[in-house]
């Protein structure tokens, strides 16, 4: 199947490893070939081309949704194109694998998940963190009663990519879907419903807190998203917790982290040492009580297949090629689709129940 990435950037290079890694890793169904990159100009497109190991190169998108011989779009461009881009796709009859998040607002991602649906063709939306082996082991832990019954959830997302407030206005300060809860929440509110299921309610509180940046040109431009972002959320199965999306985080380049109290243990994961899941027992003995650490290896599957021995570890691309195992299984039929523009549809449903409750100061029932 022949690939077309739209965007060469952070995460275009990512999904490029990605489907490079899997490759050569798992035994996918459907081999991928690298066709046709698309980037902003020729210079830039061609440079990408060669770097990233695609055949052809251009410098206008729909020459990827144009082009008949391509099977899968792949979309990595800013946030407010990826609708038009996703839907002029999926109207050609292509599969989509799209960065989050999916659309700025949830009716647009609304829309593509029954365009796709309607139109018969595979979908994906990257949230590879929740691809980490170690995430799967605290779920099943979760799932079959290691904890008891779960008394508290606490998420977080924060970097420091924003802390400078010298850094220019971006695409992720437009209001049509920027801000840190939309950029980093959704991992956190992603993380959340993977491990505890349904969140039923929320109530939100959203900060600016610097509220001026310059732009491009050094025109001074206001910031009406928010910064930071916290919010109390309630589960289907009556626990509590919360989340916290933050990219003022002096001093944090990652952290991606969860805590889960329940009433036979806790888990604590951080995404600063993502090989590793620390798990307490609370029916240890008293004198040797306290985290113990479960080190990622090739019990804990896809793992062995990057590597066979414990503790040497997999890397962040390597979430990226099972993320893409995942998606060329669905194309071919053989697994449903890990984590689709319908699933896409439901964080983006959350982020703007989040944003309505700090602008109400109300629950919200999602």
Known sequence: MKVGLIGSGFMGKTHSFGFATASRVFDLPV??????????????????????????A??????????????VVDITAPNALHKKMAL????????????????PLAIDALELADAAEEAGVKTQVGFNYLM??????????IQSGQLGYIYSYRGVHAEDYMA???????????????????????HALATAEFLLGKITRVMGDCKTVIPERQDSIGAARSVEVDDVAHAFVEFETGTTGSIE??????????????????????????????????????????????????????????????????????????????????????????????????????????????????????????
Request: proline content about 6%; charged content about 30%; glycine content about 8%.
């Open 31 to 56: 081999e991928f070939e690298m066709e046709l990159l698309a980037d902003i100009n020729m210079e830039q497109a061609e440079t990408a081309r060669k770097a990233l190991g695609f055949r052809r």
């Open 58 to 71: 251009t410098d206008n998108w729909r020459d990827i949704i144009e082009d008949p011989t391509i099977d």
């Open 88 to 103: 002029a796709a999926i109207a050609a009859g292509k599969h989509v694998y799209c960065e989050k998040p999916l659309a």
């Open 132 to 141: 980490n082996p170690m995430f799967r082991l605290a779920r099943d832990m």
């Open 164 to 186: 400078n407030p010298e850094s220019p206005w971006t695409f992720r300060h437009d209001p049509a879907g920027g801000g840190a809860l939309a950029d980093l929440g959704s």
């Open 245 to 366: 999306a933050n990219w003022v985080a002096s001093g944090r380049t990652m952290q991606h982290e969860f805590e889960v109290y329940g009433s036979r243990g806790s888990l604590h994961f951080s995404q600063e040492r993502f090989n590793e899941l620390h798990y307490y027992r609370v029916d240890d003995d008293s004198n040797r009580r306290g985290f113990r650490r479960i080190e990622a290896g090739p019990d804990h599957p896809p793992y062995g297949e990057f590597c066979v021995a414990p503790g040497h570890q997999i890397g962040f691309n390597d979430l990226k090629a099972i993320e893409i195992k995942g998606f060329a299984d669905a194309i071919a039929g053989r697994e449903p689709e890990p984590f689709n523009f319908r699933a896409g549809h439901r964080i983006q449903s959350l982020v703007e129940a989040i944003q309505k409750s700090s602008r109400e100061n109300a629950w919200i029932e999602t």
